[in-house]
């Protein structure tokens, strides 16, 4: 009976993980496929970039504020239905927008509506659920996982870029709905287990990983140091992240580069994403956390010097490229280093809490480029501050302790 429970405790782990990847592919590729849209958008609707850009700021901050929610209902609920209702949401959004022509319309159906469905199977709520069911090599299962966001930019990105082309941006978002749905309805329903399920690996996973020490409530928790630093790392890393992959293209093209090779700069970045994520993984789980964090940022300072100051369109291809490296960095650390150093308890709302904060000034981020972009002409403002932020958010690591009892 134990040898048969293993077999299926190993298979059932096995069908999560291809669900997480998979759910994370369609959900990177239909955030970042908006960096496409963003030029054949303001051409036809005429609103200026900065008016699409808060769309995107809307789409952050509400995604964001729904994450410690989404993160409760984890914690007390299974995640079938919960990814079920998000992809509808999700899904039906997407087909609304392709009819959006005033900018209240866009903001409301992008800004609120999207980002509800969205946020519901993102990073966060994803790696909690795959984070239940690796109680053991949680960051090398998560980077598997996250995995699936590099691949999606790479995929839905370049799928987007020729349906664009071929049919604009209207029957795109349509059509990409529409695949979304078809999937991921039938892998939720095939390969994610119910609610009573997954309250039991919990127990399991408690059990075995003795984070029963966290007596804390939630509100010391998020007000001590190590959550403060933890907290202002995410922060960082949202600015910087959906400042360069809204602006990424339209920055490229600004500067002389092909369209069509700005498309696919932008696509191949998920690709160095994936060996960003993956080393991530592998170095949380046989070292520490912290390791990986510190070359994400160290790279980061040394990309954005030169990106500051150069025009040459190739020179930014390949600085962008190393960029996308970093892209999904430390998108797995954020279960390890909430794990080690806060243990379980209150660990879905702990991890959408620091999602929000990477989604809500990622937000920002984007609306700053928008803003910047349409008084000054320029993005070089932007990416000056990105050379201080990219060494506050290396102090920020050094400070954080790593457990590794956890």
Same mark, same amino acid.
């Given at each position: ?16 993980? *291809? ?7 369609? /959900? ?66 997407? *087909? ?43 960051? @090398? ?115 002389? @580069? ?10 191949? @970045? ?41 025009? /040459? ?46 989604? *809500? ?24 501050? @990105? *050379? ?19």
């Amino acid at each position: 009976m134990i040898i048969l429970k293993d077999i299926f405790g190993v298979r059932q782990q096995f069908k999560v993980l *291809i669900a997480a990847f998979i759910l994370l592919l369609f /959900n990177s590729g239909l955030r970042f496929i908006f960096g496409l849209m963003l030029i054949p958008m303001d051409e036809e609707l005429s609103w200026g970039r900065s008016v699409l850009s808060f769309g995107v700021t809307a789409f952050m901050v509400v995604g964001a504020l729904a994450l410690p929610f989404y993160g409760k209902l984890f914690d007390r609920y299974g995640h079938r239905t919960i990814l079920i209702i998000s992809v509808i949401v999700a899904v039906g959004s997407l *087909i609304l927008i392709s009819g959006a022509s005033k900018p209240w319309e866009f903001i409301l159906l992008y800004g609120l509506l999207f980002a509800v469905g969205h946020a519901g199977f993102s990073t966060a709520t994803i790696s909690v659920m795959t984070t239940r069911w690796f109680p053991t090599k949680t960051g @090398m299962a998560n980077s598997v996982a996250i995995s699936g966001n590099g691949v999606g930019q790479l995929l839905m990105v370049g799928l987007a870029a020729s349906l664009i082309a071929e049919y604009g941006w209207r029957l795109s978002y349509q059509f990409l709905a529409i695949g979304t749905f078809l999937v991921l309805i039938p892998l939720i329903f095939l390969f994610v287990r119910t609610g009573q399920d997954l309250s039991e690996v919990d127990k399991e996973n408690d059990l075995d990983s003795g984070s029963v020490r966290s007596g804390k409530s939630f509100a010391n928790t998020v007000l001590s140091g190590q959550f403060i630093y933890l907290f202002s790392m995410y922060a960082i890393c949202g600015f910087q992240d959906f400042f360069v992959a809204t602006h990424v293209t339209p920055f490229a093209i600004d500067n002389k @580069m092909d369209p069509q090779l700005a498309g696919n700069m932008l696509a191949l @970045m998920g690709v160095a994403a994936l060996g960003g994520v993956v080393l991530s993984g592998y170095l949380s789980d046989r070292f520490t956390p912290r390791l990986p964090a510190i070359f994400c940022f160290g790279l980061r300072v040394v990309l954005f010097v030169p990106l500051a100051f150069i025009s /040459n369109p190739w020179l930014i291809f390949i600085l962008f490229l190393l960029y996308g490296f970093t892209f999904l960095i430390t998108a797995p650390l954020t279960v390890v280093f909430a794990r080690r150093i806060f243990g379980l308890s209150h660990f879905g709302t702990l991890v959408g809490t620091l999602h929000m904060i990477h989604h *809500i000034t990622g937000g920002l981020g984007a609306f700053a480029g928008g803003i910047v972009f349409d008084t000054a002409g320029t993005y070089e403002s932007v990416i000056i501050v @990105m *050379i201080g932020l990219s060494a506050a958010g290396l102090i920020t690591v050094f400070l954080l302790k790593d457990n590794r009892a956890f």
